[in-house]
């Protein structure tokens, strides 16, 4: 559906038609009619899938220019979120002159002051700043007609149920609520049971929690190897743009000392780290300037960030729905996606339960060999090579190459430049520290069929691809825990098993000219 077929004003269309898009995705062709409706949406959808336009464009549409009261709340979970949506709001709404503020922990509560004076329309903010600003008298919400709950299921695990059901106190009875949500478990229900009228529910299938496009695989290892299992899959996948999640904050303290000492463009964020430096790490991941992004599931909430092409699980996320966000990452606007889960013997009980959500079946896939990761390091080095000859001024060295190749052979010359240009991984020896392993979890065999097809195609491209907190970081990992909440880092690790695992998939690299 286009989104001239709408009924969206022009001021609107026009944003849209600057942002390049014509055809609404699937979550904004079933809400925006029903938000412009009056009606209450609880709507099933990950970060990726065009939902902040989806609420949105209605909501900007709905805002009475001639009143100055925040009329749109929009109470997201993460401050990078929060900003995220605050900016897509203002490009949204820049031609009708919709004022749009955010607030978040972490930043200067005065300066949010000062702009709050400026009469926005439309308010975002994370849960405990908005309260803060409420209890301050500085965000008063009598105007509201419309408040939106984003990434429910993500406030939900940081442990923001009491201050969502606090803020919604205080809105007035009569207005429209919308929830998005990339999961629907009985809390998130039962909040919409309390504080929505008649919703009308827009659910993705089971089978859509996971993006067709992904391919998903998993790698039994043991934790002591997992490390060196990693960076040779890297070799040979070369993924563009890769996130990989760790358990804690140390375990992605760690990788990410380990992924720099071996020379990968690599950065961690997690919940000890200013508010400053997480901005710049990630820029400079959204810029291209890092490769490996490695986060904690709290740090990586609500981060939409286009172009992420792999998605490595380090660690097995404990919850099940924790895996359903973190891939969501990957394979997003019809762009193909990988996701690689390590594991231990001892979880595969946690893999299975996995399995049984999302209903697709994870391919086992054989560790790289040394030998197959370093030829995938000699096809980035050709590249490299490439593009060194592509842009360089090599006029004034034509009369010192002459003399070397009068003292070397062009073969010696050219091992030598492949040679500056591959690293050897073994030369650095990296150690990371066992955590405790996950409470044990019973294993149980999925009832369902490969939704792959199963088969044995083994062929992979360069890229991988089959070939055919909230508040002041001084308040915890889940930020915002002032109530001594669960630890959004979580604790437990691996046990040092693993086992044969048949069935498992070689590697044929190929030569990719896009990786």
Same mark, same amino acid.
């Given at each position: 559906m286009k989104f001239s077929?709408?009924?969206?004003?022009?001021?609107?269309?026009?944003?849209?038609?600057?942002?390049?898009?014509?055809?609404?995705?699937?979550?904004?062709?079933?809400?925006?009619?029903l938000v412009l409706a009056g009606d209450d949406v609880l709507g099933q959808a990950q970060t990726g899938t065009g939902k902040t336009a989806a609420f949105g464009l209605p909501s900007l549409q709905h805002v009475d220019m001639d009143d100055p009261q925040i009329q749109t709340l929009i109470i997201s979970p993460t401050r990078e979120l929060a900003i995220q949506t605050q900016e897509e709001m203002q490009r949204l709404g820049a031609a009708k002159h919709v004022k749009v503020q955010v607030?978040?922990?972490?930043?200067?509560?005065? +300066?949010?002051?000062?702009?709050? !004076? !400026? !009469?926005?329309?439309?308010?975002?903010?994370?849960?405990?700043?908005?309260?803060?600003?409420?209890?301050?008298h500085t965000v008063k919400l009598d105007g509201i007609k419309t408040i939106i709950l984003d990434e429910a299921d993500e406030m939900l695990d940081m442990g923001f149920v009491e201050d969502i059901e606090s803020i919604l106190s205080h809105v007035p009875n009569q207005h429209q609520t919308l929830l998005f949500s990339a999961t629907m478990p009985k809390q998130i229900m039962g909040i919409a049971e309390r504080f929505m009228h008649d919703p009308k529910i827009i659910k993705i299938k089971s089978k859509e929690l996971t993006a067709d496009l992904i391919d998903q695989y998993y790698i039994r290892s043991k934790e002591f190897e997992r490390f060196d299992m990693m960076t040779r899959l890297f070799d040979v996948q070369n993924p563009k743009l890769a996130l990989i999640f760790g358990r804690t904050k140390r375990r992605v303290d760690e990788l990410t000392k380990g992924l720099q000492a071996r020379g990968y463009k690599a950065e961690g964020i997690h919940g000890d780290l200013t508010q400053q430096k997480r901005m710049s790490v990630l820029r400079e991941f959204k810029s291209g300037e890092l490769q490996f992004l490695v986060a904690t599931d709290v740090a990586a909430r609500g981060l939409d960030i286009s172009g992420v092409t792999h998605v490595y699980n380090y660690d097995i996320p404990?919850?099940?729905?924790?895996?359903?966000? +973190?891939?969501? +990452?990957? *394979? +997003?606007? *019809?762009?193909?996606?990988?996701?690689?889960?390590?594991?231990? *013997?001892?979880?595969?009980g946690y893999l299975h339960a996995i399995e049984d959500l999302t209903r697709v079946r994870m391919t086992p896939l054989k560790p790289a060999t040394a030998k197959e990761a370093f030829r995938g390091q000699l096809h980035a080095a050709y590249a490299e090579v490439d593009q060194l000859i592509d842009n360089a001024d090599l006029e004034r060295f034509a009369g010192p190459a002459q003399e070397l190749l009068e003292k070397y052979t062009p073969e010696q010359l050219a091992a030598a430049l492949l040679r500056s240009q591959v690293k050897d991984p073994s030369q650095v020896p990296v150690h990371i520290a066992p955590e405790r392993p996950l409470p044990s979890r019973k294993v149980s065999k999925p009832h369902y069929g490969n939704k792959r097809g199963g088969g044995s195609r083994s062929s992979y491209n360069r890229r991988g691809d089959r070939s055919h907190g909230d508040r002041d970081r001084s308040r915890g990992e889940r930020g915002g825990d002032s109530r001594g909440r669960r630890s959004g880092s979580g604790n437990g690790g691996s046990r040092h098993q693993g086992g044969n695992n048949g069935g498992k998939r070689n590697f044929t690299i190929r030569k990719n000219p896009t990786a």
């Open positions: 077929e709408l009924n969206l004003e022009p001021d609107l269309l026009e944003a849209v038609e600057r942002a390049g898009f014509t055809e609404a995705t699937p979550i904004q062709a079933e809400t925006i009619p607030v978040y922990g972490g930043s200067d509560i005065s +300066r949010q002051i000062r702009n709050l !004076k !400026k !009469k926005p329309q439309i308010l975002v903010g994370t849960p405990g700043r908005l309260l803060d600003h409420i209890n301050r404990q919850d099940p729905d924790g895996y359903v966000h +973190r891939i969501g +990452r990957t *394979g +997003r606007a *019809g762009a193909a996606g990988v996701s690689v889960t390590f594991v231990a *013997g001892s979880e595969m």
